[in-house]
């Protein structure tokens, strides 16, 4: 038995080049923005990075009704049912309409409240909430890109997404230049560039942000529309209980689970940014760094879910098997590779984003720390995009939510507010939570409970 399936490298790598690339473009775009914003200086970069893992939370609950659409459309194709896979895009669209208006009317009415929740720096609240309630007014159309997105990756297309990244990213480079700095000339990246701008500083950051948002979920819904596999036109918009019960069926565990970690994310950063503005600064530093290194995880990720969920659909346990085989080989090179790759040029890519020499070596030590956790972390990631596209959400939904309160949680709290200890040790019990998440799926794989056999979804 050959643990990389060579037939399989092609399929594999179809799917999941253009997500990978859409993510490295949305990385890149990330390492600008915190570049920019960060030659405005420390408070600058704090008030941003402070609420960011809020956007984890409710970006990461839209992403999980985008699953559940996955995961239904990728069966339904796979077993030949394009009608149905037609009506469920239909559906995507009225669920988008909903969710979407809803969390940008929720996200704006907390922008006040948010800061005060996150224990930022009293002295940057009003910063932060500005900025808060500015990004989210476009939330509509993220719901769009990202539900949408779903839709066409189910379908095998994930090319389309991609462009429209490429694109966004692009537009939130440009209106970057333009609103966050005045009329004059910029530094950045050891470039001296000419500009015109607004001078609106982490307002301005907020509002490209916001515009090329819109940008792109209006781009992704055209392309939804122009899709000959998943087209909505001619379906009803109407709530359809039966697909939408499907749906929500892989949805809701994969919600409650996003919802518990992101939530732990949210209190995990709380607690960071009590430690103050130097402490707050690094995390967000490092967190932008570290972001680019799990590329290959998330990119392979997509792949899984689709290729599972199409196998399932065809009824081909065999094949799904050496999928998950040359998936997860393929996962652990590709995340040693990048694992070594942050190790050796952590201190550089903090330099980046800031001057700050306690900034930049507080940021330096904890991406050494967690660079040694990498290979481990891409194994649950693609193990559980496998059984994502199988529709097994609910034992993900107990092992992540689990492994985040009890160990990630509980560990920062203990070592911060009892034993008086810093960044250090808070990114400490992150890495003790990614290397349990190893050991919960790598079991999990072990035995079996990701194949689609032990999978029911009616």
Known sequence: MHLLDLSMLSTIFTLAWPTMLEQLMQTAVQYIDTAMVGSLGTRATAAVGATGTVNWLVGSTVSSIGIG???????????????????????????????????????????????????????????????????YSAMLFRSASIILGMVLRAAGDTKTPMRTGIAVNIINVVLNVVFIYPS?????????????????????????????????GIMIALALFRHHTVSPLGESLRPNRKILRRVFRVALPNMIQRFGTSLGYVVFAAMINSLGEVSTAAHTVANTVESAFYIPGWGMQTAAATLSGNAFGAKDPERIRRLGRSLVLLEVLLMVLSGGLLFLFAEPLVMIFTKDPQVIRLGTTVLKMVAVSEPFYGIPIVVEGMMQGAGQTRLPLIMNVSCMWAIRIFGTFICTRFLGLGLVSAWGCMIAHNLTLFVCFGICYLRGKWLPENTVLQ
Do not use: N
């Open 69 to 135: 659409f996955l995961a239904l459309i990728s069966q339904s194709i796979g077993a030949g049912d394009e009608k149905t896979a037609h009506r469920s895009a239909a559906q995507a669209v009225t669920i988008t309409l909903i969710a979407g208006s809803f969390l940008t009317l929720l996200t704006v009415l907390l922008s006040t409240a948010v800061p005060v929740w996150m224990q930022v720096d009293t002295a940057i609240r009003d910063l932060t909430a500005s900025y808060f309630r500015i990004f």
């Open 184 to 216: 004059g000339a910029i530094r950045v990246l050891g470039l001296q560039l000419p500009i015109w701008g607004l001078g609106m500083g982490v307002q301005g950051a907020a509002l490209a942000s916001a515009l090329s948002f819109a940008c792109g």
